[in-house]
Nanobody, 122 residues
Framework: QVKWEESGGDWVQPGGSLRLSCSKNIYTYCNYDMSWYRQAPGKEREFVAEIDSVGKKIRYANSVKGRFTISRDDAENILYLQMNNLNPGDTAMYYC???????????????WGKGTLVTVSS
C-alpha cells in the first residue's frame, strides 16, 4: 500500500528558510499530481502550492507567491517545498497531497501525508 510522508519541518526564526520533502514508501509506476497544503492552529486547511505530474503546471497561493518554490524529483519520486523569508503567519502543519493520474485505472487514488510541523517565531 502506498504511503506518502512529509519531512523537514522545524522551528525557524522569521526571515529564515526551510525545505520540506514528501516521498512515498514503495515504488509504483504511476504518475502523480502533487500539492502542498497547510493548517494553522484553529484554522482550516488551506492550499499552498501544486505541481502537475509532468512538472509543467505550477500554482501558488497568493500568500506564499515569491517566497515558496514547489518542485519535484521524479527520479526519486520526491516532492519539495522550498520556503524562504518565513514569517509567523507561515506557522502550520504542512501536508502533501498526491493525486494519481488514472492511467492505467489501477493507479487511481488520492493520498495525504500525516504532516510536518513548521514553527516560525523569534
Amino acid at each position: 500500500q502506498v504511503k506518502w510522508e512529509e519531512s523537514g519541518g522545524d522551528w525557524v526564526q522569521p526571515g529564515g528558510s526551510l525545505r520540506l520533502s514528501c516521498s512515498k514508501n514503495i515504488y509504483t509506476y504511476c504518475n502523480y499530481d502533487m500539492s502542498w497544503y497547510r493548517q494553522a492552529p484553529g484554522k482550516e486547511r488551506e492550499f499552498v502550492a501544486e505541481i502537475d505530474s509532468v512538472g509543467k503546471k505550477i500554482r501558488y497561493a497568493n500568500s506564499v507567491k515569491g517566497r515558496f518554490t514547489i518542485s519535484r524529483d521524479d527520479a526519486e519520486n520526491i516532492l519539495y517545498l522550498q520556503m524562504n523569508n518565513l514569517n509567523p503567519g507561515d506557522t502550520a502543519m504542512y501536508y502533501c497531497k498526491t493525486v494519481a493520474v488514472p492511467i492505467p485505472r489501477s493507479c487511481a487514488g488520492t493520498w495525504w501525508g500525516k504532516g510536518t510541523l513548521v514553527t516560525v517565531s523569534s
